[in-house]
């Protein structure tokens, strides 16, 4: 079992910042990728960036490009997301998903998710 909670969503004026923070607790060791996807109403699921937890491989979807960073920090458990450059079409709610392969988080296909914070980006 593994709980992952987020933090650092909020309100934040386009071409600002903010750096989310997905903390895992639990049974982590088979939880070797992680990531973030983004959701608004109406529209479905949207993967945004995953990370393995052994080799550091990063992947992005092409809309947060050269914007957004994800990151690790295994001692603590957490994965971040710093989010640049924010535009308002980044404003959804944001959930940490956690699985064995990044291929298939990527798809969604995530065993463990958080519960998701809000990110609103003003113009």
């Known amino acids: 079992q593994v709980q992952l909670v987020e933090s650092g969503g909020g309100l934040v004026q386009a071409g600002g910042s903010l750096r989310l923070a997905c903390a895992a607790s639990?049974?982590?060791?088979?939880?070797?990728?992680a990531g973030w996807f983004r959701q608004t109403p109406g529209k479905e699921r949207e993967f945004v960036a995953g990370?393995?937890?052994?080799?550091?491989?990063?992947g992005y979807a092409d809309s947060v490009k050269g914007r957004f960073t994800i990151s690790r920090d295994n001692a603590k458990s957490t994965v971040y997301l710093q989010m640049n450059s924010l535009k308002p079409e980044d404003t959804a709610v944001y959930y940490c998903?956690?699985?064995?392969?990044?291929?298939?988080?990527?798809?969604?296909?995530?065993?463990?998710w958080g519960q998701g914070t809000q990110v609103t980006v003003s113009s």
């Open positions: 998903a956690a699985g064995s392969l990044l291929r298939k988080l990527r798809l969604g296909l995530a065993e463990y």
């Open positions: 639990g049974r982590t060791f088979s939880s070797s990728a």
């Open positions: 990370i393995t937890w052994g080799g550091g491989t990063t």
